[in-house]
């Protein structure tokens, strides 16, 4: 487990499943992801199976909030496309419980996964892609400490436009960990 102060990453089980395929089909979650077909279970027991194959840094990690004495899932998070010899990876996020959203969650989650790969993934910068249809995560992730580093225009296409693709990216030396007084 990796704990924070309102939340919690730990490694997902297949019972998670079911909520991970509730959140994708559910079409405000996945207009920020690069998904726009429906799924099913069986395609995400799939993607489970094919994803304890790889390397462990990249599994994805399940985000439990603690509510008094226990934990519930509200979403998932991870790191992708690993460069060892540059120390960059790619970070994605899903608070799919849309009862969460405007909480902070997304925010406290994204700052224990920078405090995760620079700690302890020893990454020297972590970048992540974002639609510009997607205020509520930019938001965020400049909360987070992400800068935009670019854009790559009309790379995406959705409900009948073309949308550009945010570059972000935090640098391990720029980065201040909420929790330390660096
Ligand atoms: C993006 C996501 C991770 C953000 O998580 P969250 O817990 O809602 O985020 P936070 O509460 O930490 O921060 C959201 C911020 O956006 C603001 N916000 C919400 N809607 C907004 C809008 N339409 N325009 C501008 N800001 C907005 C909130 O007020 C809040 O800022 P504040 O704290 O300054 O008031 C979450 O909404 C999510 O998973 N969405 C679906 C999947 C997705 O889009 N993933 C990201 C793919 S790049």
Not at 84 to 100: H, S, W
Not at 166 to 175: A, H, I, K, N, Q
């Amino acid at each position: 487990m990796i704990y924070g102060k309102r939340i919690r990453f730990r490694a997902p089980e297949r019972e998670d499943l079911p909520m991970y395929t509730k959140w994708i089909n559910d079409s405000e979650v996945r207009a920020g992801l690069n998904m726009f077909l429906p799924m099913s279970l069986a395609s995400e027991e799939k993607w489970f199976e094919q994803m304890l194959e790889k390397p462990a840094e990249e599994h994805p990690m399940s985000i439990d909030v603690q509510e008094g004495k226990s934990w519930k899932l509200i979403g998932n998070c991870g790191l992708m496309f690993f460069n060892q010899r540059a120390r960059t990876a790619e970070v994605g996020i899903m608070i799919g419980e849309k009862d969460y959203w405007d909480q902070g969650y997304g925010t406290e989650a994204m700052q224990l996964i920078l405090r995760h790969g620079f700690n302890t993934l020893n990454l020297n910068s972590i970048t992540l892609r974002v639609y510009e249809t997607n205020p509520r995560a930019i938001r965020s992730y400049e909360k987070t400490g992400f800068v935009l580093d670019g854009r790559i225009r009309q790379s995406h296409f959705a409900e009948g436009k073309y949308v550009d693709t945010l570059f972000m990216s935090v640098l391990r030396d720029e980065w201040k960990d909420p929790d330390q007084s660096n």
